[in-house]
Structure formats: structure tokens, C-alpha cells
């Protein structure tokens, strides 16, 4: 299974609060910090919601 790296490069100050949850439910806390999640619609449709804060990549695992 395709795994994604998802790295937060923006800050979640002044975002709506559904924002700030699926921010912290991709595993991410300070600018910065990265998470390896599974590459599953879930994942992609929270990705998708904060897409202007975070950077993903592709891992090969």
C-alpha cells in the first residue's frame, strides 16, 4: 500500500476550528512536523480540506 508524507508548512492561527481538527487528526502538531499515513480516501479527503497548509509527498515503502 502507497503511503503519503504530509508535512504542515502553514500555521493554523486565525483557521477555522474544523481546520485546526483535521490538522490534528492528520497527526500534525507544530509548523514543520511530519506524519506517514496510509494512502486511503479518508486520508486524501482531509488532505483536501487543509490542502493551503500542508505539503505532501509520495513514500515508497
Keep these: 500500500m502507497a503511503k ?3 508535512t504542515l508548512v ?3 492561527i486565525g483557521r477555522q476550528k474544523s ?11 507544530k ?3 511530519s506524519s506517514v499515513l496510509d494512502d486511503i ?4 479527503g482531509m ?3 487543509v490542502r ?3 505539503k505532501v509527498e ?4
Design 41 to 44: 480516501p479518508q486520508v486524501r
Design 19 to 29: 481546520q485546526i481538527d483535521t490538522v490534528r487528526a492528520l497527526k500534525l502538531g
Design 47 to 49: 488532505i483536501n480540506k
Design 52 to 54: 493551503h497548509l500542508v
Design 10 to 12: 502553514r500555521s493554523t
Design 58 to 61: 509520495e513514500v515508497n515503502e
Design 4 to 6: 503519503l508524507k504530509v
Design 31 to 33: 509548523i514543520g512536523s
